[in-house]
Nanobody
């Protein structure tokens, strides 16, 4: 069974940092696009960052650019999201998602950062930044 297992998250004060990780189970990420999405209460799921596993090229939404860093380890086994300078607006459930595209390129998936493009999802992890 193919799964994405997330860890990390928690509660941190404004300006603090947290790190999330996403590990595949039952498959390898070699040619996948892997993204982090988040969903706050009452809001739509929003794309945060994406990485092309093959070469590590990254994409980020304007709302987190300069604060969040997506990366993968050299063995391509885990994807990380380092979140710095956290704000109350960053409070949400964060999801890891992966897709091995057939028609689109990973670059197209990562540029769009649309939840509809990703078929494999983690269980989600809560990040809370109290106001």
């Amino acid at each position: 069974q193919l799964q994405l297992v997330e860890s990390g998250g928690g509660e941190v004060n404004t300006g603090g940092s947290l790190a999330l990780s996403c590990t595949p189970s039952g498959f390898t990420l070699d040619y996948y696009g892997v993204a982090w999405f988040r969903q706050a209460p009452g809001k739509e799921r929003e794309g945060v960052s994406c990485i092309r596993i093959r070469d590590g090229k990254t994409y980020s939404s304007d709302s987190v650019k300069g604060r969040f860093i997506i990366s993968r380890d050299n063995a391509k086994k885990t994807v990380y999201l380092q979140m710095n300078n956290l704000k109350p607006d960053d409070t949400a459930v964060y999801y890891c998602a992966a897709e091995l595209p057939s028609l689109d390129t990973v670059q197209e998936l990562c540029t769009r950062l649309s939840p509809a493009d990703f078929g494999l999802w983690g269980q989600g992890t809560q990040v809370t930044v109290p106001s």
